[in-house]
Every structure is written in structure tokens, then in C-alpha cells.
């Protein structure tokens, strides 16, 4: 099972830019798709944006045309590089793969 650590969240304003990063240990070369989720205060969790071996990607309804998903395999690291904030994208972002999820790590967008 892989271990997965998020990192790159924080808090930004209203129309700013973050990018969450999501180090898999063991690498992604060998893995199909990976998964971004979120989990906003007092929500169930929702699907953000993939990105499969080849790098083709889909988004959520919500992201798409604001979030970009990539990978970089010689850094064992998936990025999620979020543009145009907006107070209802903060919430917890978690990393997947499979049955394996990273503790996640906080969006708040506020001004």
C-alpha cells in the first residue's frame, strides 16, 4: 500500500493561487490513476481532479477551467495548482490512490 503526504495548503484570498503537492512514496511510474479529494467543514468528501499514467486528467465540475492537475514521475509527486479561490474551495484536500489517502492538508480561502 502506498504512503501519500500532502502538503501546500494554507490560507489565501478570495481570487488567489495555491499549488498542493502529493509526494508518493514508492513512486507513480507504476501507478494508474491518482486522485485528488476535498472535504469542506461539515461535508462528505468530493471528487476534485485525477491524472492517470498517461496524463490524461478530469475535474469536477467545480475545478475544471480553475485547477490543473499534473504529475512528475522523477519526483514521485502529483501537483494540484489551484487558481481563482474562491471561499467555497476551502476545505481539506486529500491525496488517493487506490484504498491509500494522505492525512490531507487545510485550503481556507478568505479574505
Known amino acids: 500500500q502506498e504512503h501519500l503526504q500532502e502538503s501546500g495548503g494554507g490560507l489565501v484570498q478570495p481570487g488567489g493561487s495555491l499549488r498542493l503537492s502529493c509526494v508518493v512514496s514508492?513512486?507513480?511510474?507504476?501507478?494508474?490513476?491518482i486522485r485528488w479529494y476535498r472535504q469542506a467543514p461539515g461535508q462528505g468528501r468530493e471528487f476534485v481532479a485525477s491524472i492517470s499514467r498517461s496524463g490524461y486528467s478530469t475535474y469536477a465540475n467545480s475545478a475544471r477551467g480553475r485547477f490543473t492537475i499534473t504529475r512528475d514521475a522523477a519526483m514521485n509527486t502529483v501537483y494540484l495548482q489551484m487558481n481563482s479561490l474562491k471561499p467555497e474551495d476551502t476545505a481539506v484536500y486529500y491525496c488517493?490512490?487506490?484504498?491509500?489517502w494522505g492525512k490531507g492538508t487545510l485550503v481556507s480561502v478568505s479574505s
Open positions: 488517493n490512490e487506490q484504498d491509500s
Open positions: 514508492g513512486g507513480i511510474s507504476s501507478i494508474y490513476v
